[in-house]
């Protein structure tokens, strides 16, 4: 146990228990202390009032999302919260594709807070590409990159942004973002991209991932199906959900092609499969413009 990972766990209630470290990556660091979990979050985010809103709207819908169980904290200059630990889903049992369709439906089903703050994740796409070196998988990212719309690439006023309606959305939803809670039911976590917003960027991310070929058709078919039966918004037409999930997915497509290959020169080690259909996925786009 690092010296950070025992400063962080000394936040929890019961500090003497032990300590037990779920994440230390990407400038995030999670600690387990018996039923409470300890979050370091990233430094270079803004944790002002926008992040309090946040938390008041996960305490409000406490069947759907598990939150801080109350403002922030700072430590050694860090932004720390606690909240009630949830057992994460396991990725060698069988996924829970039906409940987190209906899981965000449930919540992109729910009447948006007056206070809910904004939704602004498409800017990620633009921070990761920034952070590229030099190299062909990096260029075959960048070209995909310079074929997304001005507002996702931040350029321009934000013009050419396509009028949704817009929901409660997570904002960074991956099945990462689910756990048991102790009554046996799922829950959302990490809600630093709660907010308001178009629903479709919810499942951008799944949707990226079987259009590169690394999720199976049946893992996202069980996905999809059960969202739109449980009456999800962010695909009307069930038949026909690439006329909202298309941009989406090729933007998440690129930011995750990116963090693949920064992730690999930073390890200093070729691109495994999966990695590398990410970037093959950016070809794909940037030469006929579709991530299929």
Known sequence: MGRDSSRVAARAPDASREPETLYDRHGVLVVRVGDVVVKAHQPDRDYGEAFLERIKVAASLPDLLLGPLG??????????????????????????????????????????PEDAPPWGRPTRVAAQVARLGDGPAEDEVRRAFATLPAWIRGEGAGDDRPA??????????????????????????????????????????????????????????????????????????????WTRLDMPARSLAIQIAATCVISAREDERPLDGPEQAMVDACGRISATGDAA
């Open 71 to 112: 403002p922030p904290s700072i430590v050694d200059g860090r932004t720390v919260t606690l909240s009630v630990y949830g057992e994460p889903v396991d990725p060698h049992k069988e996924l829970p594709w039906e409940d987190a369709g209906r899981l965000l439906a449930s919540l992109h089903s729910m009447p948006v």
């Open 164 to 241: 949704r309606a817009e929901c409660l959305i997570h904002g960074d939803w991956h099945l990462g973002q689910m756990v048991r809670a102790r009554d046996g039911r799922w829950r959302l976590i990490d809600i630093e991209d709660l907010g308001r917003g178009d629903p479709a960027w919810d499942l951008a991310r799944p949707a990226a991932l079987y259009l590169s070929g690394v999720l199976h058709p049946d893992d996202w078919a069980r996905f999809l199906d059960a969202y739109v039966e449980a009456g999800g918004p962010a695909v009307p037409d069930a038949a026909a959900p």
